[in-house]
């Protein structure tokens, strides 16, 4: 009776201090925008069916969901790209051990406009447009037009992924940087709209982002393989060479109602739910 | 009874009246705090006048110069379209307008104040960006060109009240003894007012930029972000404010990115100040 008095006060007065409780039923996701879509599907299906739980979803970046799992203000944090040597250092300090697991995969699009007429390229192509060695469009075949590369911000995932897959082509003592003149966005969507209404821009985003306003590159790992389009089957088949695994993070190993909520997201209904919203189900 | 009443009210004020003071010297001192322990790993040279901003690389690269310029382009540009439009309307309305129109003025000047600068940003992306990049034939219409025109909507509230209020307080006699000695409106305007008011005019001018420095959200919308040194107004840049908005939710607290936005704080703060300062002056002056 007085444990039930002390959570009910709890529930009502303190909610904050009560998310850090351990029996509380309530769970704080936060991180990649990419995925924050997938994350809040997730959680709606589940709260559905587990109704005396509470899940909250939040974006802003990758890097900001992993810098709430470090400061201890959410559950899960959900990213589009590995937890870094200096992140995991900083958390251990803070006494919060990251624990990953995969959840999903996700193509990376590289999209120019319908009115481009280029719609190949390959990975090197791609590492000279978005470090300004190629600038002008018909050197790849294109208009004589100058190249506006769009970048999403560095809090972004998917900036990172892009960044060390392609610019630095998996190369740990890569030096390459964007171009200090490109854009930086700060959604997907403001890429996709950007790409849409400006023949000469190229930008890049999770394959959930593209629409019939935007014209997927197809791309190849160098100049004698396939272009590959990025499809759902090119992905789960590896062809197309740029996708990347969606991760949660947790602290420690899941337990009760994070993992639980974890289960959910790994069982075939989870995974169907990945498809719907256009991603990639995890390879078991 | 009474003078205790009356000693407790005028201490209370007294609080209230220094609690400002306060507030601002603890949240210097909590800038310092935090910001200047980026320079332990960053030398204070490199910090302002490096030309790369790549903080998350590895080791991160921390130069603000683009920031810095990108900022001082945008108020530039916003100052040179606010100022002749927004000193143009103050004496329009102290001088010229009947009381009529000088009523509507004053209330449409206000209602542009109270403009969020996030609905202003969101229309200048749907609406000025793309007429930028089709007037200019640019690659893009999101350019300082775009964030200077968004921001001179913003400043021009205060210029214009300001102004206007330094032109009203110049003594009527001034102009009675002009418009006496034969001189036209004009001249009188000319010649006679605006000098007499121009210290409190230049302090609407230092406050009207001193607003559009510190803005944020509109100039992270429409001027691009990209961290470049800026080669003409029709290039997209990256500013002080946009920058930490963009990056502080990505810096985990302790970091060297983390103490590098609060330094990039210490350096806005230390600008904006100095805009103060100067306005404080020239209003003091006038008096």
Redo the contacts between chains.
């Keep these: 009776m007085l444990k039930k008095i002390f959570i009910v006060t709890c529930l009502t007065v303190f909610p904050a201090f009560c998310l850090a409780s351990p029996d509380n039923n309530s769970i704080q996701i936060k991180g990649s925008d990419t995925m924050v879509n997938l994350a809040q599907s997730w959680a709606e299906k589940y709260m559905e069916k587990n109704s005396s739980d509470f899940i909250a979803v939040t974006g802003?970046?990758s890097?900001?969901g992993?810098?709430s799992l470090?400061?201890g203000t959410c559950d899960i944090a959900i990213s589009s790209r590995n937890i870094k040597e200096?992140?995991i250092t900083?958390a251990r300090q803070r006494g919060i051990n990251p624990n990953e697991i995969k959840v999903a995969l996700d193509g990376l699009a590289v999209v120019v406009s319908p009115a481009n007429p280029v719609s190949e390229v390959t990975l090197a192509q791609l590492a000279d447009i978005f470090t300004a060695r190629i600038t002008n469009w018909k050197e790849l075949g294109g208009k004589d037009?100058?190249?506006?590369l769009l970048s999403r911000?560095?809090?972004s995932g998917t900036h990172?992924y892009f960044k060390e897959h392609v610019l630095r082509k998996n190369d740990p003592a890569s030096?390459e940087?964007f171009a200090?003149?490109?854009?930086?966005?700060?959604s997907s969507q403001a890429i996709a709209d950007?790409v849409a209404?400006?023949p000469?821009?190229i930008g890049y985003y999770g394959m959930g982002y593209i629409s019939k306003n935007q014209k997927p590159l197809a791309i190849a790992t160098d100049e004698n393989s396939a272009y590959e389009a990025p499809t759902i089957e090119n992905v789960i088949s590896n062809k197309y060479p740029i996708s990347r695994p969606l991760f949660f993070y947790t602290n420690g190993a899941p337990e009760s109602l994070v993992k639980k909520f974890i289960d959910f997201a790994l069982s075939k209904e989870g995974q169907d739910i990945v498809i719907a919203t256009d991603f990639v189900p995890a390879a078991k | 009874m009474r003078k205790l009443k009356e000693f407790i009210i005028e201490k209370l004020i007294l609080l209230c009246g220094l609690a400002s003071i306060f507030f601002v010297a603890m949240i210097f001192l909590f800038l310092l705090k935090e910001g200047l322990a980026v320079f332990t790993t960053v030398n204070p040279f490199d910090f302002l006048f490096g030309k790369s901003w790549y903080p998350i690389s590895e080791p991160a690269q921390l130069g603000i110069l683009p920031l810095i310029l990108g900022s001082l382009l945008v108020t530039l540009g916003a100052a040179i379209i606010s100022i002749p439009i927004g000193v143009g309307c103050a004496v329009y309305i102290a001088e010229i307008a009947p009381p009529k129109t000088k009523e509507t003025l004053k209330a449409g000047i206000e209602l542009l104040a109270a403009i969020p600068s996030v609905v202003l940003g969101f229309i200048g992306m749907v609406t000025l960006v793309p007429l930028v990049k089709s007037i200019f034939h640019l690659p893009t219409g999101l350019t300082a060109l775009s964030g200077s025109i968004m921001l001179a909507f913003m400043a021009m509230p205060t210029i214009v009240s300001i102004a206007e209020d330094a032109l009203y307080s110049v003594p009527k006699t001034y102009k009675e003894g002009a418009l006496a000695l034969g001189a036209t409106h004009w001249q009188t305007i000319w010649r006679v007012m605006l000098p007499a008011a121009s210290s409190g005019i230049l302090a609407a001018v230092m406050l009207g930029i001193g607003r559009v420095i510190g803005e944020t959200m509109a100039v992270m919308m429409i001027t691009g972000n990209a961290a470049v040194i800026p080669q003409s107004i029709l290039a997209p840049v990256r500013t002080l404010t946009a920058t930490i908005a963009a990056e502080m939710g990505e810096a985990v607290v302790g970091s060297e990115h983390y103490f590098a936005l609060f330094a990039v704080g210490i350096v806005l703060f230390v600008i904006s100040f100095a805009i103060n300062v100067t306005a404080d002056l020239f209003l003091h002056k006038r008096q």
């Excluded at chain 1, 200090?180 to 700060?186: F, K, R, V």
């Design positions: 802003g970046g890097g900001t992993l810098s470090i400061s200096k992140e900083l037009e100058k190249i506006v911000e560095v809090n990172v030096r940087e200090p003149g490109a854009l930086m966005l700060s950007e209404g400006n000469a821009a």
